[in-house]
């Protein structure tokens, strides 16, 4: 297994676009290829760039209001495959499911939507499901994966970008992971006191 890995294709869904245009302008650079949902996809593509469909890639449309977009055997199965497993790629070629490299997501803003003393439907609706389960498929599959769990960790993938080009090694991408089980673990916790605060 090799240690330093190109990224190839990125998925991209994030909630705040602050910052992504720089991490593009780098990605697209080194010739990765972008696949994304909604909003984000608009973005990127008003940034000069190609971007795939995640709908496209699936075949389903966004539905239930938004509540299921990556949700899928084909997002899913793309970041959690190990590369270096012969029974996955066989299964990756059967079913026709491409690789993802780096997953850039964020989080629907819960803390904040409580903070504002939103209704409770509202605060509900801010519980992210699609997000968490990306940054855990990333972080758990870090052997071959980056996963960017949120805008913080930007200014990291975007030196490792300006040094290395478009790849990275694996202690760097335990690093991301390990973030990644942080904004995880702090998510929940929040979610689990608003619960506990709430009845």
């Known amino acids: 297994?090799?240690?330093?890995?190109?990224?190839?294709?990125?998925?991209?869904?994030?909630?705040?676009?602050?910052?992504?245009?720089?991490?593009?302008?780098k990605l697209a650079a080194g010739g990765v290829?972008?696949?994304?949902?909604?909003g984000t996809q608009k973005f990127i593509e008003e940034q000069g760039y190609e971007c795939?469909?995640?709908?496209e890639l699936t075949t389903y449309p966004s539905i239930l209001g938004g509540r299921v977009k990556t949700l899928?055997?084909?997002?899913?199965?793309?970041?959690?495959?190990?590369?270096?497993?012969?029974?996955?790629?066989e299964q990756m070629a059967q079913y026709e499911?491409?690789?993802?490299?780096l997953v850039i997501v964020d989080l629907?803003?819960?803390?904040?939507?409580?903070?504002?003393?939103?209704?409770?439907?509202?605060?509900?609706?801010?519980?992210?499901?699609?997000?968490?389960?990306?940054?855990?498929a990333g972080a758990k599959n870090f052997n071959d994966v980056v996963i960017v769990p949120s805008k913080a960790e930007y200014?990291?993938?975007s030196d490792i970008l300006e040094k290395q080009g478009a790849q990275t090694t694996l202690a760097q991408r335990r690093e991301f992971a390990e973030h990644a089980f942080g904004v995880s673990?702090?998510?929940?916790?929040?979610?689990?006191?608003?619960?506990?605060?709430?009845?």
């Open 52 to 55: 795939k469909a995640v709908e």
């Open 155 to 157: 200014a990291m993938l």
């Open 1 to 25: 297994m090799s240690e330093t890995k190109k990224i190839k294709t990125a998925l991209i869904s994030v909630f705040h676009k602050d910052g992504l245009d720089d991490i593009l302008a």
């Open 97 to 101: 499911i491409p690789e993802i490299d």
């Open 108 to 136: 629907y803003p819960f803390e904040q939507t409580v903070a504002s003393g939103a209704a409770e439907a509202d605060i509900i609706e801010k519980i992210d499901i699609g997000g968490i389960s990306l940054i855990r």
């Open 33 to 38: 290829q972008f696949v994304s949902t909604g």
């Open 72 to 89: 899928h055997p084909k997002v899913f199965g793309g970041i959690l495959a190990r590369r270096d497993n012969q029974g996955d790629r």
């Open 185 to 199: 673990s702090h998510y929940d916790t929040a979610i689990n006191a608003w619960f506990k605060n709430s009845k």
